[in-house]
């Protein structure tokens, strides 16, 4: 991976949301360098998302083991997801909306199988 990957934090980040996804982004991958606008870590961009439901934001990466979902959600604070596979990572978001969300923004950039219509 060359340039590392960023995860911006909201205008209004809490220190727990902070350290949340310090603590969380860095179980998956390595931290480069944390900033007052966001993390940087070892990692590749894939796609984000708009406002859905209760999330503010989504990122998707793709990192050195696996891949990596984060998110503001306006509730609950820094939300980050890992799985194995590009295609079982928007299983771990627990709304139906946000995972449908990820699946079409990563069917949009080529980065999954496009669903023929029945």
Known sequence: ???PAEFP????????????????IGARTTIVEETPQGIRF?????????????????????LPHGFLAAGHDLRTGITVIHAETLDT?????????????VEDELRFRGLLGVHAST
Do not use: K
């Not at 934090?9 to 969380?24: G, N, Q, Y």
């Not at 990572?89 to 969300?101: H, I, K, Q, S």
């Open 89 to 101: 990572l928007a299983a771990g978001f627990g709304n139906e909306g946000v995972r449908e969300f």
């Open 9 to 24: 934090f909201p205008a209004d980040v809490t220190e727990d949301e902070r350290a949340t996804a310090r603590s969380l």
């Open 42 to 62: 070892e990692g590749r961009s894939l796609g984000q998302t708009g406002p859905i439901w209760h999330y503010q934001y989504t990122r998707v990466y793709a």
């Open 1 to 3: 991976m060359s340039e």
